[in-house]
């Protein structure tokens, strides 16, 4: 069962691709959803999304989103899962104070058989729950911050047990920050080169 599920993540991720876009194809979706992307493996979302504001003279509303598949049927799935890149997520907000990035957490079950004629395990998944979450809103206390893997990883501690707090970016980008200088295997020193290298501090020199 467990190795089953290990392949059902990418199958739920690619059904949320294909719900968005049966949503665009209705012109006068409730949602004025108006642009759906899906991103490669690499990127810091699996998709994108963009809206359109309720005024005409307004750009549009563009959102990030994360898909994670977690399994209903599996002890400890959706605990400590990596999100995103440290200095890659602190870089978006920097850049453009509007960005959003949002994820959609997937609970799916999957049942299956051994089919007698083939000696194959033939199965079904399942969607039975959903949450979405705005990532600089979670709680600091729901958050954690990996250091292996580059720069390191921001994590949530339980995908489906998630306050939520209201800050502004820069309150984000601080609580970045703590997360960030409060690991053991992390510096000031450390902090000080990627905010430079990112150019998330000016430096004195240039104004």
């Given at each position: 069962m467990?190795n089953?599920?290990k392949?059902?993540?990418p199958f739920?991720?690619a059904?949320?691709?294909?719900?968005?876009?049966?949503?665009?194809?209705?012109?006068?979706?409730?949602?004025?959803l108006?642009?759906?992307?899906?991103?490669?493996?690499l990127?810091k979302?699996d998709?994108i999304?963009?809206?359109k504001k309720?005024?005409a003279?307004e750009?549009?509303?563009?959102?990030?989103i994360?898909?994670k598949?977690?399994a209903?049927?599996?002890?400890?799935?959706g605990?400590?899962?990596?999100?995103?890149?440290?200095a890659r997520?602190r870089?978006?907000?920097v850049?453009?104070?509007?960005y959003?990035?949002?994820?959609l957490?997937l609970?799916?079950?999957v049942?299956?058989?051994k089919n007698?004629t083939?000696g194959?395990m033939?199965g079904?998944?399942e969607?039975?729950?959903?949450?979405?979450?705005?990532l600089?809103y979670?709680?600091?206390a729901?958050?954690?911050y990996n250091?292996?893997?580059g720069t390191?990883?921001?994590?949530?501690?339980?995908?489906?047990?998630v306050?939520?707090e209201?800050?502004?970016?820069?309150?984000?980008?601080?609580?970045?920050?703590?997360k960030?200088?409060?690991?053991?295997?992390?510096?000031?020193?450390e902090w000080?080169?990627?905010a430079?290298?990112?150019?998330?501090?000016k430096?004195?020199?240039?104004?």
């Open positions: 467990e089953i599920n392949i059902a993540g739920v991720e059904w949320a691709v294909d719900i968005f876009s049966d949503i665009l194809e209705d012109s006068a979706n409730p949602y004025q108006i642009h759906v992307e899906a991103r490669e493996r990127y979302a998709l999304l963009q809206f309720k005024r003279i750009s549009g509303i563009t959102a990030e994360d898909v598949a977690t209903e049927d599996i002890a400890g799935s605990k400590s899962p990596n999100i995103t890149s440290y997520i870089t978006a907000y850049e453009d104070p509007d959003m990035f949002v994820i957490s609970k799916h079950r049942y299956s058989r007698r083939t194959l033939d079904i998944m969607v039975v729950g959903h949450k979405t979450y705005d600089k979670i709680a600091s729901d958050l954690a250091p292996v893997l390191g990883q921001i994590q949530i501690k339980d995908i489906h047990y306050a939520l209201k800050r502004t970016v820069w309150e984000f980008c601080r609580l970045l920050d703590q960030y200088l409060a690991s053991s295997k992390r510096s000031m020193e000080y080169a990627l430079k290298k990112h150019e998330w501090i430096d004195e020199d240039h104004g």
